[in-house]
T-cell receptor, first 114, second 111 residues
Framework: ETGVTQTPRHLVMGMTNKKSLKCEQH?????MYWYKQSAKKPLELMFV???????ENNSVPSRFSPECPNSSHLFLHLHTLQPEDSALYLC?????????????FGEGSWLTVV | AQSVAQPEDQVNVAEGNPLTVKCTYS??????LFWYVQYPNRGLQFLLK??????LVKGSYGFEAEFNKSQTSFHLKKPSALVSDSALYFC?????????FGKGTTLSVSS
């Protein structure tokens, strides 16, 4: 069982829909991350939050909008997505953003855009 | 530029044989190196990491990795493979505020 919980596990949405992915960590960590994993590309870092503040946006299109209301919760709001956005979206957390820290991942949310 | 490479898309070994999954890196300064495993339809699970100290790092499920600074490598090893070790393995480099991942290596262990 992971200390990082993602919901929903599976999501199918149309290109005009608005949906959100939710992530919650129970590890007492202060940094949270969104990664994208698609079949044809390596794991791509999307966003980094440290103590609720966004510290990194890896040139992600604005149709992906993150929200971090506190250190335990992270959302990814989705709107007007494209079929190529279909992927596994992984949330992760670590004690802080220091690069020597172990990052712990959730089980992921499978997103299909139709 | 900082990067990590996994030169093999797939590694096939027979059960009971030793296994090696290769990883090389490029970084200025001291590296922070990690190995993760991903089973089908699951997230990534942490196996082990190298920060400093002993070049041989021991991790979960009997895995170990050897840090070699001169060859800029961090290969994952296990003395005796199990069929249940079949999965996708990722090497990662700590860079800045997050991890940079290799493209992954599929390990297939046959019985």
């Amino acid at each position: 069982e992971t200390g990082v919980t993602q919901t929903p596990r599976h999501l199918v949405m149309g290109m005009t829909n608005k949906k959100s992915l939710k992530c919650e960590q129970h590890l007492g960590h202060n940094a949270m991350y969104w990664y994208k994993q698609s079949a044809k590309k390596p794991l791509e870092l999307m966003f980094v939050y440290n103590f609720k503040e966004q510290t990194e946006n890896n040139s992600v299109p604005s149709r992906f909008s993150p929200e971090c209301p506190n250190s335990s919760h992270l959302f990814l709001h989705l709107h007007t997505l494209q079929p190529e956005d279909s992927a596994l979206y992984l949330c992760a957390s670590s004690p802080t953003v220091f690069s020597g820290n172990t990052i712990y991942f959730g089980e992921g949310s499978w997103l299909t855009v139709v | 530029a900082q990067s990590v490479a996994q030169p093999e898309d797939q590694v096939n070994v027979a059960e009971g044989n030793p296994l090696t999954v290769k990883c090389t890196y490029s970084v200025s300064g001291n590296p922070y190196l990690f190995w993760y495993v991903q089973y089908p339809n699951r997230g990534l699970q942490f196996l082990l990491k190298y920060i400093t100290g002993d070049n041989l790092v021991k991790g979960s499920y009997g895995f170990e990795a050897e840090f070699n600074k001169s060859q800029t490598s961090f290969h994952l090893k296990k003395p005796s493979a199990l069929v249940s070790d079949s999965a996708l393995y990722f090497c990662a480099l700590g860079a800045g505020t997050a991890l940079i991942f290799g493209k992954g290596t599929t390990l297939s262990v046959s019985s």
